[in-house]
């Protein structure tokens, strides 16, 4: 069965401290796609990314960094100098086999000035 | 491109109360999936559909539970005989339909109704 293992329930970190946010995930699918959703408190899911596990190789986008490692079934989420507008829930979800969406219990992020 | 609209935001109703909620995904997405969300968890999927056609249903949605999407766009979640388990957000989602399979594609989520049942 799929299941997504978001282990730090909530962070806190000082402005400008770099953050990363762990995901570990479990499936048999040789196929997969993996996704990263924020969730502010307005309460709206915002979606950050989206990877097939074809595609190891990292990503950057800004202040967001993603590191895909199929070798111990991870996909970690690093914020470079947070900012307060981070603070959120981070929930990352796993699609395989054909069934739906399989979130994890998310991670609260806290971003004290 | 507006984003998925939900309605009402919030609602308050008394146990053994029916109420309806209402999805409007993105405009020419033809995929939409209904969510639940309780406090400290992450969303868990309730239904799917593609165009009008109803695909899935999670096992989560008990004969109380019916949704509809008539004409392919809007879509409605109403809830019967509310019980206090059923006090949740409800998520409604939407993608576009060209990733291939049903959940492959990225889905767009709408702000969520949340219900409190007395």
Known sequence: AQKVTQAQTEISVVEKEDVTLDCVYETRDTTYYLFWYKQPPSGELVFLIRRNSFDEQNEISGRYSWNFQKSTSSFNFTITASQVVDSAVYFCALYSGNTPLVFGKGTRLSVIA | ?118
């Open chain 2, 1 to 118: 491109d507006t984003g998925v609209s939900q309605d009402p935001r919030h609602k308050i109703t008394k146990r053994g109360q029916n109420v309806t909620f209402r999805c409007d995904p993105i405009s020419e997405h033809n995929r939409l999936y209904w969510y639940r969300q309780t406090l400290g968890q992450g969303p868990e999927f309730l239904t799917y559909f593609q165009n009008e056609a109803q695909l899935e249903k999670s096992r989560l949605l008990s004969d109380r539970f019916s949704a509809e999407r008539p004409k392919g766009s809007f879509s409605t979640l109403e809830i019967q005989r509310t019980e206090q388990g059923d006090s949740a957000m409800y998520l409604c989602a939407s993608s576009s339909g060209l990733a291939g399979g049903g959940y492959t594609d990225t889905q767009y989520f709408g702000p969520g109704t949340r219900l409190t049942v007395l």
